[in-house]
């Protein structure tokens, strides 16, 4: 079992930065590659980048390449979403996920375990 708290979401101006946190308990953390996902009003839950477990290898969707960078720190069990130059259509509700597996993957069925999540608003 894994559970994922995600924290860090705020109401921010375009162009700004914010950092998404997800605490991690579970003695799997550190063989489970790690996702964010987002979700915004009226859209599908899509993918937004992902680690492996060693942190080595990433993955990101192309609307977020060269703006968001996530990482992971596996002795405190966190993984960490650093968006910068952020813009109105990232506005969602972005949700931390647990891959079954140690390698990143895009598709959301690959993930076990999911947050709460946390809300973002980019004001234009």
């Known amino acids: 079992q894994v559970q994922l708290v995600e924290s860090g979401g705020g109401l921010v101006q375009a162009g700004g930065s914010l950092r998404l946190s997800c605490a991690a308990s579970?003695?799997?953390?550190?063989?489970?590659?790690m996702g964010w996902f987002r979700q915004g009003p009226g859209k599908e839950r899509e993918f937004v980048a992902a680690?492996?477990?060693?942190?080595?290898?990433?993955a990101y969707a192309d609307s977020v390449k060269g703006r968001f960078t996530i990482s992971r720190d596996n002795a405190a069990k966190m993984v960490f979403l650093q968006m910068n130059n952020l813009k109105p259509e990232d506005t969602a509700v972005y949700y931390c996920?647990?891959?079954?597996?140690?390698?990143?993957?895009?598709?959301?069925?690959?993930?076990?375990?999911w947050g709460q999540g946390t809300q973002v608003t980019v004001s234009s």
């Open positions: 996920a647990a891959d079954r597996s140690s390698v990143p993957h895009t598709r959301a069925d690959n993930y076990d375990y």
């Open positions: 579970g003695r799997t953390f550190s063989s489970s590659a």
């Open positions: 680690i492996s477990s060693r942190g080595g290898s990433t």
